[in-house]
């Protein structure tokens, strides 16, 4: 499976955008890019997912390179509830479809108050 | 209101006793996941029933089984946990097998203790 590398921790202020990076170098085809949150004590949550083209809901945007090598999931306003670990998660939803996500370390985000 | 719930929240078990953790689903989805994840760690995944279908992941422990008696619940039960088994237990679901538009749906989790 294509690997993503991602900083272990970020921290950002209340109210203020944060850019969360994810690197995918070896990404194919095939591959979408995916972002999961996991608050503290909590299961993870899905936030948003794309493949070539930037995507937008109401969690979060996701702005991915024209290599595709690298994507950003941007949270335009953190509050301190989107204090959480985010993993960015490669899967080949070709064929039949992939039987389980394979998640790595992820980022640690803090938000200040 | 909660759609993948497990219980209970927290499981204190010895060395060596059987314990089951339990998870149900309110989403009627077919398939669900058994997760591992343990302190600082990433979740890992155990193994996944596609409706009655069993799959496990190859280096999944032969301690560890699953059990789905039917669509809404699932079971994991460890035959006799070790000190390294203490872990958080994340059980999730999906509609079906994860093409592009579907997601993982989880659980607040079981943090099992052995003691």
């Given at each position: 499976d294509a690997k993503t590398t991602?900083?272990?921790?970020?921290?950002?202020?209340?109210?203020?955008?944060?850019?969360?990076?994810?690197?995918?170098?070896?990404?194919?085809?095939?591959?979408?890019?995916?972002?999961?949150?996991?608050?503290?004590?909590?299961?993870p949550e899905y936030v948003i997912h794309g493949l070539t083209s930037n995507v937008n809901n109401r969690m979060a945007s996701l702005a991915i390179a024209e290599?595709?090598?690298?994507?950003?999931?941007?949270?335009?306003?953190?509050?301190?509830r989107d204090a959480?670990?985010?993993?960015?998660?490669?899967?080949?939803?070709?064929?039949?479809?992939?039987?389980?996500?394979?998640?790595?370390?992820?980022?640690?985000?803090i938000i200040q108050p | 209101d909660a759609m993948v719930i497990q219980n209970p929240r927290y499981q204190v078990t010895q060395f060596g006793k059987p314990v089951t953790l339990s998870c149900s689903q309110?989403?009627?989805?077919?398939v669900m996941y058994w997760y591992q994840q343990k302190s600082s760690q990433a979740p890992k995944l155990l193994f996944h029933y596609y409706?009655?279908?069993?799959?496990?992941?190859?280096?999944?422990?032969?301690?560890?089984?699953?059990?789905?008696?039917?669509?809404?619940?699932?079971?994991l039960d460890i035959r006799s946990p070790g000190l390294g088994d203490a872990a958080m237990?994340?059980?999730?679901?999906?509609?079906?097998?994860?093409?592009?538009?579907?997601?993982?749906?989880?659980?607040?989790?079981?943090?099992?203790s052995v003691l």
């Open positions: 991602q900083p272990n921790s970020m921290e950002s202020n209340e109210e203020e955008p944060v850019h969360l990076p994810c690197n995918h170098s070896t990404i194919s085809g095939t591959d979408y890019i995916h972002w999961y949150r996991q608050l503290p004590s909590q299961g290599d595709r090598k690298s994507s950003t999931l941007i949270l335009h306003r953190a509050t301190l959480a670990v985010y993993y960015c998660i490669l899967r080949d939803d070709s064929g039949g479809g992939a039987d389980g996500l394979t998640f790595g370390k992820g980022t640690h985000l | 309110t989403l009627n989805h077919n409706d009655k279908d069993f799959n496990n992941e190859a280096d999944t422990p032969d301690n560890f089984q699953s059990r789905r008696p039917n669509t809404s619940f699932c079971f237990y994340l059980c999730a679901t999906s509609r079906g097998l994860l093409t592009t538009n579907e997601k993982l749906f989880f659980g607040s989790g079981t943090q099992l």
